[in-house]
């Protein structure tokens, strides 16, 4: 089976997130998204790139990879983490992040040439005295922050 990345619309990407994705619903912001098909033209992954979510990486130079979700077909996620690095490059980014919750290994992210920038801590929700928020679907899990290279 031939595997091809192809250009995907928001609401393709955003399907197979809510359909695929273990742990989260689809994004909120979205730059672009990207796919891989096989040769029968069956979409089997998507990944979507976003602004960064802190507010910290909100410098016009860094995107972030907001979601992977995947079929379960071998070796497509570092397919695309690679693509969405060469992506945003070509948009002009200089920086693009990601985090993994810590149950995940990071294997598809160090095939894709990514490295561990830093390991954060569980916080107890999102929500700050200048920012209320509603965490009743925050998960407190301690997270990895990558970057590509």
């Given at each position: 089976?031939?595997?091809?990345?192809?250009?995907v619309?928001?609401?393709q990407?955003?399907?197979?997130?809510?359909r695929w994705h273990r742990?989260?619903?689809?994004?909120?912001?979205?730059?672009?998204?990207?796919?891989?098909a096989?040769?029968?033209?069956t979409?089997?992954?998507?990944?979507?790139?976003?602004r960064?979510?802190?507010?910290?990486?909100?410098?016009?130079a860094?995107?972030?990879?907001?979601r992977?979700?995947?079929?379960?077909?071998?070796?497509?996620?570092?397919?695309l983490?690679?693509?969405?690095?060469?992506?945003?490059?070509?948009?002009?980014?200089?920086?693009?992040i990601?985090?993994?919750?810590?149950a995940e290994p990071?294997?598809?992210l160090r095939?894709?040439?990514?490295?561990?920038?830093a390991?954060?801590?569980?916080?107890?929700?999102w929500?700050?005295?200048?920012?209320?928020?509603?965490?009743?679907?925050?998960?407190p899990v301690p997270?990895?922050?990558?970057?590509?290279s």
């Amino acid at each position: 089976m031939t595997l091809t990345l192809v250009p995907v619309t928001q609401r393709q990407a955003f399907d197979c997130i809510q359909r695929w994705h273990r742990h989260h619903p689809p994004p909120r912001g979205y730059i672009v998204a990207i796919g891989v098909a096989t040769d029968a033209g069956t979409l089997v992954a998507v990944a979507t790139i976003g602004r960064p979510l802190a507010r910290a990486w909100q410098d016009n130079a860094t995107a972030e990879v907001t979601r992977v979700a995947t079929d379960g077909t071998p070796h497509v996620a570092s397919m695309l983490y690679g693509a969405c690095w060469r992506a945003a490059k070509a948009l002009g980014y200089r920086r693009l992040i990601t985090y993994t919750q810590a149950a995940e290994p990071g294997t598809s992210l160090r095939a894709a040439g990514w490295h561990i920038l830093a390991e954060r801590p569980a916080r107890p929700g999102w929500t700050a005295p200048s920012r209320p928020r509603d965490d009743r679907l925050y998960q407190p899990v301690p997270r990895t922050l990558w970057e590509a290279s």
